[in-house]
T-cell receptor, first 114, second 114 residues
Framework: LAKTTQPISMDSYEGQEVNITCSHNNIATNDYITWYQQFPSQGPRFIIQGYKTKVTNEVASLFIPADRKSSTLSLPRVSLSDTAVYYCLVGDLDRGSTLGRLYFGRGTQLTVWP | GAVVSQHPSRVICKSGTSVKIECRSLDFQATTMFWYRQFPKQSLMLMATSNEGSKATYEQGVEKDKFLINHASLTLSTLTVTSAHPEDSSFYIC??????????FGPGTRLTVL
């Protein structure tokens, strides 16, 4: 199972773009990359998921280089409410088995200041 | 779409009693559900993988006789903490795997054992 490495914490100011990079050097061919956001005493909230290149949705963008050994979550124009822990995870695409298990690392505590 | 609910959201019980937590996927069918535990200031720890109609697969170090998991239907999985003790006090979170392979998490259940 691919292990991920992220910065423990990051600080930003309101209105700025925030980029959180995650390393996953041992990512396997079937692994996809998923980012979650978690507020205290809540379950993680799905942000974005991708396999390669770039994925964009209404809240974030995910950049994945060709070697897929890292990925970058980009949050445009953050606000105070974006203060949370962000987790990067890799998981298997094999839907037919239990290999879709996700193992959470420590995540990145993002603090947005006014 | 992709909403997962948990019940109860908070439970307080006496030591030695059993507590059942329900996890439901409200608008999609989930052949696989997962149970996690999270202690304060720590990351989520995967406890077990629950597949509809079959026995759960437990992670190393998780006592299967203490944490009983039943996945009776494509939308419901239950976790029963048997003979709960104060050290079982934690935040229990479930997730359900959608057809898109994405895991969607429930809001969590805060268990306090007195």
């Amino acid at each position: 199972l691919a292990k991920t490495t992220q910065p423990i914490s990051m600080d930003s100011y309101e209105g700025q773009e925030v980029n959180i990079t995650c390393s996953h050097n041992n990512i396997a061919t079937n692994d996809y990359i998923t980012w979650y956001q978690q507020f205290p005493s809540q379950g993680p909230r799905f942000i974005i998921q991708g396999y390669k290149t770039k994925v964009t949705n209404e809240v974030a963008s995910l950049f994945i280089p060709a070697d897929r050994k890292s990925s970058t979550l980009s949050l445009p124009r953050v606000s105070l409410s974006d203060t949370a822990v962000y987790y990067c995870l890799v998981g298997d695409l094999d839907r037919g088995s239990t290999l879709g298990r996700l193992y959470f690392g420590r995540g990145t505590q993002l603090t947005v200041w006014p | 779409g992709a909403v997962v609910s948990q019940h109860p959201s908070r439970v307080i019980c006496k030591s030695g009693t059993s507590v059942k937590i329900e996890c439901r996927s409200l608008d999609f069918q989930a052949t696989t559900m997962f149970w996690y535990r999270q202690f304060p200031k720590q990351s989520l720890m995967l406890m077990a993988t629950s597949n509809e109609g079959s026995k759960a697969t437990y992670e190393q170090g998780v006592e299967k006789d203490k944490f009983l998991i039943n996945h009776a239907s494509l939308t419901l999985s239950t976790l029963t903490v048997t003979s709960a003790h104060p050290e079982d006090s934690s935040f229990y979170i479930c997730s359900a795997r959608a057809q898109t392979d994405t895991q969607y998490f429930g809001p969590g259940t805060r268990l306090t054992v007195l």
